[in-house]
T-cell receptor, first 115, second 112 residues
Framework: EAGVAQSPRYKIIEKRQSVAFWCNPI?????LYWYQQILGQGPKLLIQ????????DSQLPKDRFSAERLKGVDSTLKIQPAKLEDSAVYLC?????????????FGQGTRLTVV | GQNIDQPTEMTATEGAIVQINCTYQ??????LFWYQQHAGEAPTFLSY????GLEEKGRFSSFLSRSKGYSYLLLKELQMKDSASYLC?????????????FGTGTRLLVSP
């Protein structure tokens, strides 16, 4: 079974530039999460999709961050314009919906450095 | 709201036993997960508890007390490769969807 795919693995941009990250979840997983993980901290949920609908984006800085999941499969997360404090690893995860032990599976992440 | 607390860092010796505690306050609690994350890598699933009690899986065990909002991860026969961050995550059921919130992680350093 293929895992969660993310690209790019690394990205360096200057502040005020734009950047986009891509995620392809595990086939059949209805739930998709984007987390931001700053060095030394735990993952912070930015946005959660159920199929192609947003179910939680309460911690997404909507003035600069946006995300979409067209057709309920792949997802993109965009930052425009980037700030220095956006430097972090952006993790995409997916899980099935319902049931008891529906753990989230993570991709390798995209390490963003804003200079 | 949700709040998850775990120690920032722990050290232990190879071959020893270590217990990593996690306390949580979560409305609509629907399960407690433990993940392992090596430096520069993605978190990987270790264990899941939704009912009170102990779940054992090889060298790793996880315990949950729902009434106390408390969980721990027990690592036995520590190996050097167990040096990693251990993330406690609480799942909650809210308005028809499941939400997974992570603690800040406990960095475990295993020394020879």
């Amino acid at each position: 079974e293929a895992g969660v795919a993310q690209s790019p693995r690394y990205k360096i941009i200057e502040k005020r530039q734009s950047v986009a990250f891509w995620c392809n979840p595990i086939s059949g997983h209805a739930t998709l999460y984007w987390y931001q993980q700053i060095l030394g901290q735990g993952p912070k949920l930015l946005i959660q999709f159920q199929n192609n609908g947003v179910v939680d984006d309460s911690q997404l800085p909507k003035d600069r961050f946006s995300a979409e999941r067209l057709k309920g499969v792949d997802s993109t997360l965009k930052i425009q314009p980037a700030k220095l404090e956006d430097s972090a690893v952006y993790l995409c995860a997916s899980s099935t919906w319902g049931g008891m032990n529906t753990e989230a599976f993570f991709g390798q992440g995209t390490r963003l450095t804003v200079v | 709201g949700q709040n998850i607390d775990q120690p920032t860092e722990m050290t232990a010796t190879e071959g020893a036993i270590v217990q990593i505690n996690c306390t949580y306050q979560t409305s609509g609690f629907n399960g407690l997960f433990w993940y392992q994350q090596h430096a520069g890598e993605a978190p990987t699933f270790l264990s899941y508890n939704v009912l009170d009690g102990l779940e054992e899986k090889g060298r790793f065990s996880s315990f949950l007390s729902r009434s106390k909002g408390y969980s721990y991860l027990l690592l036995k026969e520590l190996q050097m490769k167990d040096s990693a961050s251990y993330l406690c995550a609480a799942r909650s059921l809210s308005t028809g969807f499941q939400k997974l919130v992570f603690g800040t992680g406990t960095r475990l350093l295993v020394s020879p």
